[in-house]
């Protein structure tokens, strides 16, 4: 027969238990989620930067996509980093950027920051326009006014 001890330690035991499961927060494992796909990613290298200066041509680190108008990073030695903004011009793997601010060197390496798109309200109580008084009063029907 097991001793009261025992027996006290599974009774203690089971809303313990039940007490650690509900401890975990939904909410807090969305957020690590949602921070871990907007984390900037290296995407590729500065390959060269012309001596006229104003831009660098990029190469980048597999089948990136990269079009018109995305704002990149790049990052190099003695906290040196610039903005560059993608021009739209590229032939296989190298892609040309304006340089916007800061400095850049060859060999710097680049990197993408994902900012997804807000969500749009689609519901269809949210695309349409509210009632104005003239309209209310046609709905209602005959309303006698007094003058």
């Known amino acids: 027969m097991p001793s009261a001890s025992t027996v006290f330690r599974s009774i203690c035991f089971i809303p313990c238990l039940a007490l650690l499961s509900c401890a975990m927060d939904p909410n807090e494992k969305e957020a690590t989620d949602e921070s871990a796909t907007t984390a900037p990613q290296l995407i590729g290298r500065v390959a060269?930067?012309?001596?006229?200066?104003?831009?660098?041509?990029?190469?980048?680190?597999?089948?990136?996509?990269?079009?018109?108008?995305t704002v990149l990073t790049s990052r190099g030695e003695e906290d040196r980093n610039a903005n560059l903004l993608v021009t739209g011009e590229s032939l296989g793997q190298f892609t040309a950027a304006d340089i916007r601010s800061g400095q850049v060197r060859t060999g710097d390496g680049?990197?993408?920051?994902?900012?997804?798109?807000p969500e749009t309200a689609t519901s269809s109580a949210d695309l349409e326009p509210e009632s104005t008084d003239s309209e209310l009063n046609t709905k209602t029907g005959n309303v006698q006014k007094n003058n």
Do not use: D, R
């Open 48 to 69: 060269s930067v012309p001596s006229e200066g104003g831009f660098v041509l990029i190469q980048k680190f597999g089948a990136t996509k990269l079009p018109s108008g």
């Open 110 to 117: 680049v990197y993408s920051h994902h900012i997804p798109n």
